[in-house]
Structure formats: C-alpha cells, structure tokens
C-alpha cells in the first residue's frame, strides 16, 4: 500500500478506469471507456487517434472541466472526486495551463490584460509585471497594448501561451494548439511551447493529429473508441 501512495504522489497525472458516458437522445453515449494513464512529473505525452476517439474529452476531464462518469482522476496528487467546483477553479488556476486549439482570449483586453488575467484571479500582486515578463518570453513585449483583433493567428495562439505559462503552472494541457495556424507559423508556435515546457519543467499533455509532432512528446499515447489502443515506451534520450 505504501508503494502505491508514493506511486500515486509521483504522478503528474493519474487515471484509474476512467469512464465518460454522456446522455443524447438517442441515449447514453461512452465517450471514455476505462482510462487508464499515468505520467510522470516533467514528461511530454502526445494522446493521438481519429475523431471522436475521446482525445479532446480525455484533456477536458484531467482540466477538471469534465467529471468522470465512473473512475478515479488525479492531479498533481489531488484526487477531482474531493473537490467541489470552486475548488477545481483553484487547483486549475494554479497548477494547470490551457492551450487550446481557438485562442479563446478576451477579445476587449489587450494582450497584457489577457495575460495578467490568471494572475489576477491567483491574487498576485505583481500580475501585470508577470505578464510583461511572460510576453517578453514569447517574443511580444513590442505587442502588448495591442487587441486580439490586432493580432495574426500566431501572435494570438501566443498570447494564449504567454497567458497559460505566466502562472508557471506544473501541467500544461494543449487540445490541437496548431490547428488554426499554418504549416510555419504552427511549426514556430510549437517550437515555443517545448522550449517553455523544457524551461519550467512543466509536464506536457498534446493532444495532436500530427504523428511528426507526437514523435517530439517523450511518449505517444493512441485512443479509439474511447480507449487506448497504444502506449509506446518512453523515448530514450541518447547520451552526449
């Protein structure tokens, strides 16, 4: 038993036959069926498969943003089934960063603001200093008055990653971060994402159709129908 809470407190992410079975008219519909998935503190995890395979639900249940129907979720050592919704706000505001494939940035804030927002809602008293110093990482000091509408697609897409890394979260949660942007700027915008994830040592979920970007995570997970179908060995890093 010992071993298994200290496995339990090692994991970044832990899923223990998980279920998502949602109602529709035509009756209940198994998104999840038994999820099982651990990841390790610092790892990158690439969670392929075709539409409707349940990635999108998988990222929005270890988000907090999605219950499980049946099963057993955890977090950074934190189990969901603990926490109330405002609770689940909290851990995710401090320990969780969002990318999503839609900027989803408060289009009558400017870039500054969208990114001190988490930090404001975190009660940091320094938030806008914060966000300076997160816009600053991602190449956009010079941008920071400017609007969303002001912005191309990959000055958005890091906007939004300048405002899911300022909090320096342990988890980095990104749903198809590309998926709007070209084949160059989607390419720029990725190498971003895992120079900042190597930089603060935050764990990595990527939720990608793209195989070649899966092969950079240190692990590629395959679903269908709900379940996983592959998980590969980690990848071994060659020795210098």
Not at 130 to 152: D, I, K, M, N
Not at 173 to 179: F, I, M, Q, R, Y
Request: aromatic share 2%; charged share 20%; with cysteine.
């Amino acid at each position: 038993m010992e071993q298994v809470l200290k496995q339990r407190r090692a994991a970044a992410i832990k899923l223990e036959a998980v279920h998502v079975t949602l109602p529709s008219r035509a009756g209940p519909v198994a998104i999840l069926r038994g999820i099982d998935l651990s990841v390790a503190p610092s790892d990158a995890i690439a969670v392929v498969g075709p539409s409707g395979s349940g990635k999108s639900t998988l990222l929005m249940v270890v988000a907090g943003l999605e219950r499980a129907t049946e099963g057993r979720v955890s977090v950074q050592g934190t189990d969901y089934a603990r926490l109330d919704e405002d609770g689940l706000a909290r851990l995710r505001a401090a320990n969780i960063g969002i990318v999503f494939q839609s900027f989803h940035l408060v289009p009558t804030m400017t870039a500054l603001e969208n990114v001190a927002l988490p930090l404001e809602f975190l009660d940091h008293d320094d938030a806008f200093a914060e966000a300076r110093a997160a816009l600053t990482e991602v190449g956009l000091s010079h941008r920071e008055s400017h609007f969303p509408g002001q912005l191309s697609g990959g000055e958005q897409q890091r906007v939004a990653i300048a405002r899911a890394l300022a909090p320096r979260p342990a988890l980095i949660l990104a749903d198809e971060p590309t998926g709007n942007l070209d084949l160059v700027t989607g390419a720029q915008v990725m190498d971003l994402l895992f120079t900042l994830k190597e930089r603060t040592g935050a764990t990595l979920l990527l939720i990608t159709h793209d195989r070649i970007l899966a092969k950079r995570c240190d692990r590629i997970v395959s679903l269908a129908d709900g379940r996983i179908v592959g998980a590969g060995a980690k990848r071994k890093v060659a020795a210098s």
